[in-house]
Antibody, heavy 121, light 107 residues
Framework: QLQLQESGPGLVKPSETLSLTCTVS??????????WAWIRQPPGKGLEWIGS???????HYNPSLKSRVTISLDTSKKQFSLKLNSVTAADTAVYYC?????????????WGKGTTVTVSS | DIQMTQSPSSVSASVGDRVTITCRAS??????LAWYQQKPGKAPKLLIS???SLQSGVPSRFSGSGSGTDFTLTISNLQPEDFATYFC?????????FGQGTRLEIK
């Protein structure tokens, strides 16, 4: 059964870069089969899609974050990563990695447990 | 971007009740809609895809309907484990967008 696990610093200083990795276990990261996504949830608020990457490396980003976001894929390590630069307190959130169902980038049926990132000096 | 609006933002109900949550899209999305359940401190769980297709293992008391711009999630015979927050999400196009959530509380 596929499992996802987020990892990375829990505290990031304002103006610095938030870097998170999602490690895939219990399954493969096959070529041209799945999308992989990052979603975040600020404290007490709703869900915000950050972006998605296809097995081929094609990316889609939330326009509100596009200028600051990079999502990359390393299938040899079975990982995909998120970098968000120039962070502010508004980027404080639980960050989830997720994988949608096959053949569509939209229905997130596998989720990591989430990792809390606080932006503070 | 497609805006998703849920109502109500919160609802109180009792075990055994039937509850309906509504989600409206700012433009037509056919049946490209998902519903998620989220419990405190946990990741969301996909309940329904394509507006009405129940995911494997999801109890049949959950049902979804609608197309175009208006959708509903209905939970019949509420069970204690159903008290959670529910989100809709449009699956029509990027950027992916979610409703603001509906918190289902015990009366």
């Amino acid at each position: 059964q596929l499992q996802l696990q987020e990892s990375g610093p829990g505290l990031v200083k304002p103006s610095e870069t938030l870097s998170l990795t999602c490690t895939v276990s219990g399954g493969s990261m096959s070529s041209n089969t799945y999308y992989w996504a990052w979603i975040r949830q600020p404290p007490g608020k709703g869900l915000e899609w950050i972006g998605s990457i296809y097995d081929s490396g094609t990316t889609h980003y939330n326009p509100s974050l596009k200028s600051r976001v990079t999502i990359s894929l390393d299938t040899s390590k079975k990982q995909f990563s998120l970098k968000l630069n120039s962070v502010t307190a508004a980027d404080t959130a639980v960050y989830y990695c997720a994988r949608p169902t096959i053949a569509t980038p939209y229905y997130m049926d596998v989720w990591g447990k989430g990792t809390t990132v606080t932006v503070s000096s | 971007d497609i805006q998703m609006t849920q109502s109500p933002s919160s609802v109180s109900a009792s075990v055994g009740d039937r509850v309906t949550i509504t989600c409206r899209a700012s433009q037509g999305i056919s049946s490209w809609l998902a519903w998620y359940q989220q419990k405190p401190g946990k990741a969301p769980k996909l309940l329904i895809s394509a507006a009405s297709s129940l995911q494997s293992g999801v109890p049949s008391r959950f049902s979804g309907s609608g197309s175009g711009t208006d959708f509903t999630l209905t939970i019949s015979n509420l069970q204690p484990e159903d008290f959670a927050t529910y989100f809709c999400q449009q699956a029509n196009s990027f950027p992916i967008t979610f409703g603001q959530g509906t918190r289902l509380e015990i009366k």
